[in-house]
């Protein structure tokens, strides 16, 4: 069964620095591209960033374009987020999702962590 | 950018037909995918490119998508598909999801 283990949230200052890290199983994770997905509290799904199979194409959305940094490490089947210089609207649940196609670094997401929490407070 | 309409919240009776629009510009030449997010827990994909029943989703759910329109619809609607269910589309290199629509079933 494929599984997404999310980890790293905490709470972290404003103008700070964070590693997310995504561990998956039960899926050949170097052939699929995968995603990060955020919720802020009482707000909707808002994308965050896709990596395709090789990550050397890399997406990110407008807000956090220039501060976030995906990343894999298909040896130990692990996606990575890294945080810098995050704000305040930057709070939310953090979930790494995997496309249900084969090489592709976007689509319909199928597999979902369980997500997990950052929040960016002084 | 590319944005996509939802409503806020849609009203069902338990055994009812529900139906959640996902408005957007010729929405309907994108493949449109839809989850179901309850409080606490991780989105689930219930339909995928536009008509796609995932496997172990309920027959109950079903898609459309045609024109500036796609159309999650919930026949028979039952007390446990009460949640946000949110629409996402891929556009020039980016991931949009609609604001989420409430469902509730009376």
């Known amino acids: 069964e494929a599984q997404l283990v999310e980890s790293g949230g905490g709470l972290v200052r404003p103008g700070g620095s964070l590693r997310l890290s995504c561990v998956t199983s039960g899926f050949a994770f170097g052939s699929y591209g995968m995603d990060w997905v955020r919720q802020s509290l009482g707000k909707g799904l808002e994308w965050v960033a896709a990596?395709?199979?090789?990550?050397?194409?890399?997406h990110y959305a407008d807000s956090v374009k220039g501060r976030f940094t995906i990343s894999r490490d298909d040896s130990g089947n692990t996606l990575y987020l890294q945080m810098n210089n995050v704000r305040d609207d930057d709070t939310a649940v953090y979930y790494c999702?995997?496309?249900?196609?084969?090489?592709?670094?976007?689509?319909?997401?199928?597999?979902w962590g369980q997500g997990t929490l950052v929040t960016v407070s002084s | 950018s590319y944005g996509l309409t939802q409503p806020l919240s849609v009203s069902v009776a338990l055994g009812q037909t529900a139906r959640i629009t996902c408005g957007g510009d010729?929405?309907?030449?994108?493949?449109v995918h839809w989850y179901q997010k309850k409080t606490g827990q991780a989105p689930v994909l219930v339909i995928c490119?536009?008509?796609e029943r995932p496997s172990g989703i309920p027959e109950r759910f079903s898609g459309s998508n045609s024109g500036n329109t796609a159309t999650l619809t919930i026949n028979g609607a039952q007390g446990g598909d009460e949640a946000d269910y949110y629409c996402q589309v891929w556009h020039t290199s980016a991931v949009f999801f609609g604001a989420g629509t409430k469902l509730t079933v009376l």
């Open positions: 010729n929405i309907g030449s994108k493949n």
């Open positions: 990596i395709n199979v090789a990550g050397d194409y890399l």
């Open positions: 490119r536009g008509t």
């Open positions: 999702a995997r496309p249900d196609i084969k090489g592709a670094s976007v689509g319909a997401f199928d597999i």
